[in-house]
């Protein structure tokens, strides 16, 4: 563990350098601050890029994989007084797993600010092999392998009410997949229909959302509130029909200028019949995905992170959840929880991006993310 958390930083550090050595002699990748390595200026005056390579550490997927995301920051244009603005960022993707998992994609999260305009598209292409599980009878539970050739394409466009930091718009998704079992039973398990082994999904949908953070990356205050409403149905051109509502609520307070305090509440619906890699999930750290999946989940988690410096920080984070399947009651699912540390450095300080690592458990599991920002960002 050690010596990949050193590679991934050293591959990091010097994928900077050799981005642009005139960049490096000229200060950019330097804070002029306190002289520290820092990607601010390189972002904001060389139009550069954070050159992001990642270990790929989800249990779901094999437990190693290597992804590369070149990130680009830009602070925004329109800039108003007294009020946070987040910058524009758009970024690309390839990733690779030992289980034989590939992904393509890219998206794009910026703002119209002048015109109270938030917006996301995102697309991309891959072959990714899963695992699910479920329980099976009196065999307990078992595993079940699918490989998936799938293309998404998602987009979202709000508007602010006023000032009220209160955002709301249209979301759509659309994903075609051609799903393949990789298991040796000679008949479906009841929980895979024919129908979702090739399937379109086409989800509309309705979103508000409350941000008051102050930051977009790794907050130290505020508040953000989110509901979304999404229907799949013959007349949206899904193959599905069934409905989700999702909540999610986090705060941060910072206790003492050391001190951060991040708490996160969400909890999500599904009604009618989705196909079963759309189930709603747990989406803790250190939990697969699709581990332990419902109609409805409940998640409760905190994460504290105290500043010894300025640059550098140590996290520690626990939480727990419930994923209830149909037709069982909410005391008889299985609890989940999470637990776990972490580091992270401050690497680009005009924008608060924080980067570090972290590794978690769970009530089977354990694994390590490379963390961009808010864990939360990246996982919720």
Known sequence: ????????????????????????????????????????DFLMSANGFIPLLQIITEPALGHFGLSFAPIFIHPNKYQEAGRYTPPNVTVGFAAYTVNQTWMLGAMRIASLPRYGLKYRIGAGYGSVNMDFYRDIGGLGEKKFSFNFKSIPFFGSLTKEIGHSNVFAGIQYLYMSSDVSPEFGFTTLPDFVTDKSLKSHVSSPGLVVEYDARDNAFTPNSGQLLSANFTINAAWTGSDFEFRNVNLKAFQFIQTTDNWVSGFRLETGFQFGDSPFYLNPGINLRGVPMARYQGKSTYLVETEQRYDFTMRWSAVLFTGMA?????????????????????????????????????????????????????AWNNRG
């Open 1 to 40: 563990m050690l010596k990949r958390t050193y590679l991934v930083v050293a591959i990091l550090y010097q994928s900077f350098t050799c981005l642009s050595q005139d960049q490096e002699k000229k200060g950019a990748l330097r804070d002029s601050l306190d002289h520290r390595l820092d990607a601010s």
């Open 322 to 374: 419930k994923a209830v399947p149909d037709k069982e009651s909410f005391s008889s699912a299985t609890l989940v929880y999470n637990y776990g540390t972490g580091f992270r450095y401050l690497m680009a300080r005009k924008f608060g991006l924080r980067m570090g690592i972290d590794v978690a458990a769970s009530n089977e599991d354990f694994a390590y993310y490379i963390v961009f920002g808010s």
